[in-house]
């Protein structure tokens, strides 16, 4: 197919397609004219690709070409040519510099992380951006004086495995590598707010119930208007 | 004690508590003298809480107010007087336009949503802003071309609930009521990107296991370095 075409079928303008040419996102197409390439199925596949990455996954150019470098080479096994891509997500966390003050809570914290994860043969590299964003949510826990304990983060682990271990199975579901990609990064990106969301509607469930509050409740004794 | 005693308790300063004072956030001391008030272990309590609505919660000056006036009006059931503070906490999504094209989706996927709850069984007032969070979150999911169907959510939903329901009998160790909303504004806000990570965590192993790669697994075909 002709550049307008791939556009066509994409949805991405022919100046962005042109651009991720440009910047090695795409491979270049077989020349047929001076001034015409012919294009295939695998640019489609690629090019929805690159979008996801860059739209959906809020990456950067370079790390979107990383993400392809990995996926490109066979050396790499399934896992990791598919998981590089959620390394790039964000956010990308940190540690405290060595020596300052809140370098030592965060250590503690990393080790008793690395604990756990051992204790529950997780399968997790130690490089994995998702690790350094635990541990300072955790920092962020204690140091404001509230429970951060391994107990309370390893009930909350139990409890999202299987649903982890359902959403890996969608994903399989993508044989083609482009494609468990590009839904790797829409699953993990896009559910974030709808788990979120669902875990306050729980709450609020959970709370009228041992409350006997909320719509209907017998002690309801008013609906407060959520104001500004 | 003096204003100069409840700052150092708190960890307020007393220009800020000053501020919060006139705006109404903190009830005024018992005056001792023209120029000092003596304040009790209310004032320390409440003024604990303001901060863990602004600076915590995020909220604005308004939002800590309105949460404040239900929190002390009787009228109002516990459920109401402590789940009123999650209602202010961000992000604050409103519905596309009526008549707007994307209100079209808008309308289907609340539809869903609403009937899912029924179905559930979810005791979650109309108004909740999680509500209408979760109906965008879908949209979005759908409008980009992924799956986000009630099947999908009703599992996660289902899934989260008991973790939501240990998370509110934790609340509820908290038999004084401004110490019940803080903690609810700190767990529902901090234990967010805590609840991410580890989902981001839990793929990962899931992933490794089956696709046997991942540290020590046997297609461990090298390990990509997370760039840039």
Do not use: C, N
């Not at 596949?45 to 490109?72: E, I, K, P, S």
Request: proline fraction near 6%; glycine fraction near 8%.
């Amino acid at each position: 197919m002709r550049l307008s075409e791939l556009s066509a079928r994409s949805g991405v303008s022919v100046a962005t397609v042109k651009y991720y040419l440009r910047e090695g996102l795409l491979a270049p197409g077989t020349p047929v004219t001076a001034r015409q390439s012919d294009y295939g199925e695998e640019h489609l596949r690629r090019l929805r690709l690159v979008r996801a990455l860059l739209t959906v996954g809020g990456m950067t150019v370079q790390q979107a070409r990383d993400v392809l470098a990995v996926a490109d080479d066979p050396a790499f096994g399934w896992h990791e040519r598919v998981g590089i891509a959620t390394y790039m997500l964000g956010p990308r966390v940190e540690p405290p510099e060595e020596g300052a003050p809140e370098r030592e809570l965060w250590d503690e914290v990393a080790a008793e992380v690395r604990a756990l994860l051992t204790e529950l043969d997780w399968r997790v590299y130690d490089e994995a951006p998702a690790l350094a964003a635990l541990v300072r949510a955790i920092t962020s826990v204690r140091s404001l004086g509230y429970r951060g304990e391994m107990a309370d983060i390893r009930r909350y682990a139990l409890a999202l495995h299987p649903i982890a271990e359902e959403e890996v199975a969608v994903i399989d579901g993508y044989p083609v590598l482009e494609e468990a990609i590009e839904a790797t990064v829409a699953y993990t990106t896009l559910y974030e707010p709808i788990l979120l969301a669902l875990r306050r509607l729980a709450h609020e469930d959970a709370s009228a119930r041992r409350h006997e509050g909320g719509p209907g409740g017998a002690e309801e004794g008013g609906r407060p208007t959520a104001t500004a």
